[in-house]
């Protein structure tokens, strides 16, 4: 596939971008060009037109793959795997975000709260004044509502069909200017 310096210059931000979210430069930038691609891609095809190695490129389908992001298309007549990504912007953002409350959200949810259940059952630890104990719960109990009110926002926005996902943001839009 050939790039357009317009489409070069989309491919590298959103590898950029993509550090910044916590995947590798190469998985971002993969994805970006199944983004722009109007057609299913082999793997060789991506390698060549990103200028990266073929190993790299198989473990960037793999991490897509397992985030939902990537799929394997058969094309009639060719024996190679193709790959393509999700078409409607709304559905990746709906995958992407439950990928992000499963890896993110959950596992900090669970640690939040043994950690409150900890300093409930042992306030001080022994070794810290009871000023700093209760500074440390009022935080916990104040993280723990924040993830927990994040967690079930994600999970609703995860239940929508993408266009109403898409209207629910742009009602939020409004409501964000009444409330100032």
């Keep these: 596939m050939k790039l357009t310096p ?3 210059k989309f491919v590298l931000h959103w590898g950029e971008m993509g550090c910044r ?3 590798t430069r190469s ?4 994805h970006a060009l199944l983004m722009l691609s109007p057609a299913p891609l082999p793997a060789d095809e991506i390698g060549e037109t990103l200028g990266v190695a073929r190993s790299n ?3 960037s389908l793999k991490e897509l793959q397992g985030w939902g992001l990537a799929r394997i298309v058969h094309v009639f007549g060719d024996r190679r795997e193709h790959f393509e990504t999700l078409g409607d912007v709304w559905e990746m953002f709906q995958v992407i975000l439950r990928e992000r409350k499963k890896r993110e959200l959950d596992p900090t949810l669970v640690t939040l709260r043994d950690c409150a259940a900890e300093a ?3 306030p001080g630890g022994g070794k810290a004044d009871q000023t700093v104990a209760e500074h440390f719960a009022r935080r916990i109990a104040g993280l723990t509502e924040f993830i927990e009110l994040s967690s079930s926002w994600a999970e609703r926005g995860q239940a929508l069909a993408p266009k109403n996902a898409k ?3 742009q009602l939020g839009d409004k409501i964000f200017r009444l409330v100032g």
């Design 6 to 8: 317009v489409m070069q």
């Design 21 to 23: 979210w916590g995947v």
């Design 27 to 30: 998985v971002a930038q993969v």
């Design 57 to 59: 490129v198989s473990t």
């Design 120 to 122: 409930a059952a042992n």
């Design 167 to 169: 209207r629910l943001f």
